[in-house]
């Protein structure tokens, strides 16, 4: 059996649904908070358990008889986020699972400037530790981020932002096809996977140059002074500790910790992975 934690998810909820493509129901489990919302998956014939990184004797239930469990990194950073990855390797270790998956990102380094890089670098030296065959699915950053560095870009032409650096945006949808092909296909790749992007890296300025495009409007990138930036935020009701931490993706993406691209996402697709103009246009359409 196959355990995907984070079913419930944005990644999670599509990396099992296009693993139902390929293997049967009954080879698939979910590991998720809340049960009542994966009942969908119980209708379709998945495995549906309750587990909760943060309560370790939960995970046992969850991954009983796992071969591989994917362990889809959870929201929080710092010794937190890095103590519940360890519950769940350590318990996916227990069950007896032969192998672990996790969704890494390309940029996990333990002296990035974004916190939860090291985190992710942390997770894959527990991995190394772990004795276990591992796959760490080095992920793009997701393109779903872009409209939240835009502010109200659209209505007054200026996309005011810290200075930036390029980054691959890289879809959920294209992310979670290759993590079931890559549980689908438990040889395919052994230890950390390259980065797993689409084949650009955009920064702002190009991000602006799309929108005009795309909307008519002129939108011009204005760079903001970080503290300024950072304040404005927290005027708004950001609290400071979520405002630095999004400012420090700013400091990675200066130093190229996003930019590099790969062409291992689209091989393993079979196809070409989505732009970031094609998920604009997507998120522009009238609804
Ligand atoms: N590559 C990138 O650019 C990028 C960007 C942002 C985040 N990420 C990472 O990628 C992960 C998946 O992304 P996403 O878009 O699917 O995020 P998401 O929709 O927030 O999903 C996160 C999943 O983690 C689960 N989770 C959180 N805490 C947990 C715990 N204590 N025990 C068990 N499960 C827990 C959540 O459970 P519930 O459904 O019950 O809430 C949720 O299903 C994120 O959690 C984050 O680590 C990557």
Redesign the pocket.
Known sequence: MIVI??????????VVDRLLTRIPADQVGV????TA?AADLRARGVRVRR?????PESLAEAFENAAQVLI?????TGGE?VA?HAA?IDAATTVGATRILY?S??GAGADSRFA?MP??AATEALLAASGLPFTSLR????T??IPLLLGNALETGELRAPADGPVSW?E?AD?AEAAAIVLAEPDLIDGATPPLTAPNALDLNDIAAILTDLSGRTVRRVIVEDEDWTAGLITHGVPEAQAELLLGMFHASRRGEFATTDPALESLLGHEATSVRTFLEGALAPR
Do not use: C, I, K, M
């Not at 590991?31 to 809340?34: C, E, L, P």
């Not at 889809?72 to 929080?76: E, I, L, Q």
């Not at 992920?139 to 997701?142: K, T």
């Open positions: 934690t984070g079913a419930t998810g944005r990644l999670g909820s599509q590991s998720v908070r809340d919302r587990g909760d990184f943060t309560e889809v990194s959870a929201n929080d986020a519940q769940a969704t990102h390309q939860p985190d992710h992920n793009g950053f997701y779903a981020t890289t959920h992310l």
